[in-house]
């Protein structure tokens, strides 16, 4: 079946500008997890959502960015006011409810300039 | 809060060698700890994962190995081939739903032929 789909693959924002980041989960899955990515390093916890709720956020770096999946299925990332040290990769991953596995998307590369 | 270490962070090997990963974590509480292979610009995709009631666990050429007591996991890849150079992450976390992967920083594995 589909995998875990992520867009805009590639993101370019200007310093200041507002970016909106999608994420569609395998069909089915009620955990959804965003994570960011710098260059070279592993990927760090953001935030967490089973179902539509957001049960952790204790990840996300400044107020700054918000996330929501507000029907329980797609969630977006958004990130205001971006900043250059926002520049990284951003992936989304899926889990069942039941089964420890996540599956990851592709992610979106964020530049910001 | 949990932490992992990984090593070593890059690893040349000769086709048909072996390759050994080393990782460690903190939090007691851990009881799942997958490996995901990243190759450039892909999405970190799931390889092996163990949970602590097992020590090992194989999969063809690749084996998990677990020391609940010292807190240690290790991936083993036998006979290497080219194509499996990639990143390598090891991860742990609560295996119950909601609680994110803590990465480590990753080992880039090279294989030569």
């Known amino acids: 079946g589909a995998g875990v789909s992520q867009s805009p693959r590639y993101k370019v924002a200007k310093r200041g500008q507002d970016v909106a980041l999608r994420c569609d989960p395998i069909s089915g899955h009620v955990s959804l997890f965003w994570y960011q990515q710098a260059l070279g390093q592993g990927p760090e916890f953001l935030t967490y959502f089973q179902n539509e709720a957001q049960l952790d956020k204790s990840g996300l770096p400044s107020d700054r960015f918000f996330a929501e999946r507000p029907e329980g299925s797609v969630s977006t990332l958004k990130i205001q006011r971006t900043q250059q040290e926002d520049s990284a990769v951003y992936l989304c991953?899926?889990?069942?409810?039941?089964?420890?596995?996540?599956?990851f998307g592709p992610g979106t590369r964020l530049l910001v300039l | 809060g949990e932490n992992v270490e990984q090593h070593p962070s890059t690893l040349s090997v000769q086709e048909g060698d072996s390759a050994v990963i080393k990782c460690t974590y903190s939090?007691?509480?851990?009881?799942?700890f997958p490996w995901y292979k990243q190759e450039l610009g892909k999405r970190p995709q799931l390889i092996i994962d163990i949970r602590s009631n097992v020590g090992e666990k194989k999969d063809q050429r690749i084996a998990v190995t677990l020391n609940k007591t010292a807190k240690h996991f290790s991936l083993h890849i036998t006979e290497t081939q080219p194509e499996d150079s990639a990143v390598y992450f090891c991860a742990a976390s609560i295996k119950e739903a909601g609680t994110a992967l803590i990465f480590g920083k990753g080992t880039t594995l090279s294989v030569s032929s």
């Open positions: 991953a899926s889990r069942t409810g039941i089964q420890e596995t996540q599956y």
């Open positions: 939090d007691s509480a851990s009881n799942y």
